[in-house]
């Protein structure tokens, strides 16, 4: 086992410790657990990025090809994102109870998978890979902040002035956690299309069109309309509390399929970046 | 009753409600459309599909889902959106533009002004003086996060006039975006075009063999000719192996240079509005026909394919027909590969295999011939094999739409960004002799992207202002 590989299953310890701690924290109402778990999740940065900039050396590129790199990505960005949130905001540490779970299943997952580095194919190598990469990133970071935000809110108006209410008492009042996750949405919107735009600019580079319908280019859009209903329910109808909490919850698994499923289910130009077939 | 007419429709196509139906739509479309083959209805994949699912087949054929995003229904929903998209742009910009002229008087807003239009009163506790007021009211500011200035006797945390503009310019960069596309597709042209290492080729309809123009997509105007002036089968940058790369060159119409590079993926050839990237390469044989005297008759250039398909590796793109002494035959030219694993690779020493055929597809003659060598055809006439190189398909296409798409693309994701990051906020409050005690007069509003609210701001205001901050310290 190479020392970039224990590397990351210690960063998936760090990540497995902190899910614990924060439903034991969040379950019996111990604020040292959660910010003890913030803390973890913070540690476990630093041997992920240690072992991504060891592989980055070895295999020449950044993470962004097969789907250990791409989803060890998607990861980092993840419990960056929400550590800087539970830093600047220390009473928002608890909806690590929502994202956390799906760091640890996305890093787990990718440690199942082959960790081979792959090479650059001429398609790939370009510039514009770090810069689609990187928005593709932080918009799912944001989207999985945003699904965080919801699940914490919806959980504490189902339980009203029940259990887990009191549980969840150190969050911000509900319209603040509802507002926060509308801004991420909005922040996850304005990446996901600075990705779509910086793809569609590659893609005329590299092929000569900036947009086919090619499937993965086209669950991109898909995903950029799903949030755009989102906004408009949210802004132009007036849609708040639970509802809009759930609608934030299910939309943050499209994002997920669009980088990760589909190319894996579909037959794609793109496909290469996940390890599949490259046009 | 006609204006009438038009109000309503023009009252539904701006309804939040039509515009998220149209979202929705389009967004479940395109999904359904990824589960289905798309192409032509003879195309292998759509045909076994079709035969796979033949109750689906019915109700896609029917919407028309195998070309899901040229069918007539999705085009209809697309124009309807950027209907939608503008009119929501244009009741956007009102707005806009109404909080913009509050912006900007904000900005120059005085104590007076305060006095005249204020939205929260707070007391002030006998014991403050105006500077004691003035600077606690900015210190309970900034703990909810407004930095406010001092100016002209009124604090004030105002948003520049154009933090409102964001949502409009979004969604006219969307609008643009719309129309560009559309129009683009009128004016575009996109072409395969199949050159031979040091032949030129006319950049006109028939240099292609494949050409989708849009109807406005003029020829006229294109005086210019595309050469390919080198091959290298294995170039690399670097580290990256870039694969077989061609060099080519665009020219005018006087024949004189206009730009010359190697093109491969991420790095194609871009003259105006014209962008070339490879697509496919193959052999290419330059047969001379000579008659019985040995007098040169002119030159023809086969373009030849490489196939898994087929025995010898490689099959022509299209057979030449060439007049020999009066009858019409048809030369066949292959370039028998070398197998090597799963994959093809060019012998070391290339020979071609050159069949005559005549029109009806009987076998006159045929022999392998390296370059220089002579076959000789029934009428006593000669084909010479005078050279075997490759030849680049390129990818020719010229939009002029794209520059203006790219645009649309940065106007719309720069609202997007004002929308996302920067605050929509009037703030300002001053302090007012009120008898023998002072009141803190505030106006809000609060439009967007403020980390507080006016609730908020009452009760910390009045914390700080009238004491009971202070009683609660103690």
């Known amino acids: 086992m190479t020392t970039e590989i224990v590397l990351m299953w210690v960063a998936l310890t760090c990540y497995v410790v902190a899910t614990a701690l924060f439903i034991f924290g969040v379950t019996f109402t111990k604020d040292t657990l959660v910010r003890r778990a913030v803390g973890a999740s913070a540690l476990g940065l630093v041997p992920q990025i240690a072992a991504l900039a060891i592989r980055w050396v070895r295999v020449g590129h950044g993470p962004y090809i097969g789907y250990y790199e791409v989803t060890n990505g998607l990861v980092l960005f993840v419990v960056a994102v929400f550590v800087l949130v539970a830093w600047r905001n220390r009473r928002l540490s608890a909806v690590g109870v929502g994202i956390m779970p799906v760091a640890v299943l996305l890093l787990g997952g990718a440690m199942l998978a082959p960790k081979g580095g792959l090479p650059l194919t001429p398609n790939l190598a370009s510039y514009w890979l770090f810069i689609h990469v990187a928005f593709a990133n932080l918009a799912f970071a944001a989207f999985v902040a945003s699904f965080g935000l919801a699940i914490a809110y919806i959980v504490r108006k189902r339980s009203a002035n029940g259990t887990w209410a009191r549980r969840l008492a150190k969050l911000p009042a509900q319209e603040v956690l509802s507002e926060l996750t509308t801004r991420f949405v909005l922040a996850g919107f304005l990446f996901w299309g600075a990705m779509i735009v910086s793809g569609a600019i590659w893609a005329n580079q590299a092929w000569g069109r900036y947009w086919g319908w090619d499937p993965i280019e086209t669950w991109s859009l898909i995903v950029w309309v799903v949030y755009a209903i989102y906004l408009h329910l949210r802004f132009t109808r007036g849609w708040a509390g639970e509802r809009l909490a759930w609608f934030a919850v299910i939309a943050m698994p499209v994002s997920l399929f669009a980088l990760l499923g589909t190319p894996i289910v579909f037959n794609s130009i793109h496909g290469g970046y996940i390890g599949g077939k490259d046009g | 009753m006609i204006r009438r007419a038009v109000g309503r429709v023009i009252g539904f196509l701006r309804s939040t409600g039509f515009a998220i139906a ?400 920067v605050r929509q906020q009037i703030v300002l409050g001053a302090y007012v002799e009120d008898g023998d005690r002072g009141t803190f007069l505030m106006r809000l509003r609060l439009w967007k992207n403020v980390p507080t609210n006016r609730a908020e701001i009452e009760s910390e205001l009045t914390k700080a202002l009238n004491g009971q901050a202070d009683e609660e310290d103690r």
Not at chain 2, 196 to 211: C, F, W
Not at chain 2, 226 to 237: A, L, M, N, P, S
Request: proline share 5%; charged share 20%.
């Open chain 2, 22 to 421: 149209l979202l929705a739509f389009t967004g479940v479309w395109s999904m359904v459309a990824t589960f289905v083959p798309q192409g032509d209805a003879y195309e292998p994949g759509v045909m076994a599909w079709a035969a796979a699912h033949p109750v689906a087949e019915k109700i896609t054929g029917f919407l028309g889902l195998h070309q899901a995003f040229t069918a007539p229904v999705f085009r209809v929903a697309v124009v309807a959106l950027a209907l939608s998209t503008g009119l929501c742009a244009w009741r956007r910009t009102s707005v806009a533009r109404a909080r913009a002229r509050s912006l900007r008087r904000a900005a120059m807003a005085s104590a007076e002004d305060l006095i005249a239009d204020h939205d929260l009163e707070i007391p002030c506790s006998r014991a403050l003086s105006r500077s004691e007021a003035e600077t606690r009211g900015a210190e309970a500011l900034l703990r909810l996060g407004l930095r406010t200035k001092f100016d002209h006797g009124v604090l004030a945390s105002v948003s520049p006039w154009w933090a409102v503009l964001g949502s409009p310019v979004f969604h006219w960069g969307l609008v643009a975006l719309i129309v560009v596309v559309l129009a683009g597709g009128l004016v575009r042209s996109e072409g395969l075009m199949g050159i031979a290492v040091g032949e030129t080729k006319r950049d006109a309809p028939e240099s292609y063999r494949v050409l989708e123009a849009g109807p406005l997509h003029s020829w006229k105007r294109i005086d210019r000719s595309i050469r390919v002036d080198g091959f290298e089968t294995d170039y690399q940058t670097g580290s990256i192996d870039r694969g077989p790369v061609p060099t080519v060159s665009v020219l005018d119409g006087k024949g004189q240079v206009i730009t010359t590079q190697r093109v491969y993926p991420n790095n194609p050839l871009q003259v105006g509005s014209l962008t070339i990237h490879p697509a496919e390469f193959g052999f290419a044989a330059i047969l001379t026909l000579l008659d019985k005297n040995g007098a040169d008759l002119g030159s023809q250039t086969e373009l030849i394919d490489i196939s898994q398909e087929t025995s010898s590796g490689t099959v022509p793109v299209e057979p030449l027909t060439l007049n020999d002494a009066g009858r019409q035959l048809v030369v066949a030219v292959t370039v028998p590969m070398e197998r090597s694993g799963e994959g093809l690779a060019a012998p070391q020493e290339r020979v071609a295999h050159v069949e005559v055929f005549t029109t009806d597809d009987v076998l006159v003659t045929d022999a392998m011939m390296a370059v220089g060598d002579e076959l000789m055809l029934p009428s006593g006439s000669k084909l010479r094999l005078r050279d075997l190189t490759f030849y680049s398909r390129l990818n020719v296409v010229d939009d002029p739409s794209v520059p203006l798409l790219y645009a649309a693309l940065a106007v719309a994701l720069a609202g997007l960004a004002v929308v996302v990051f």
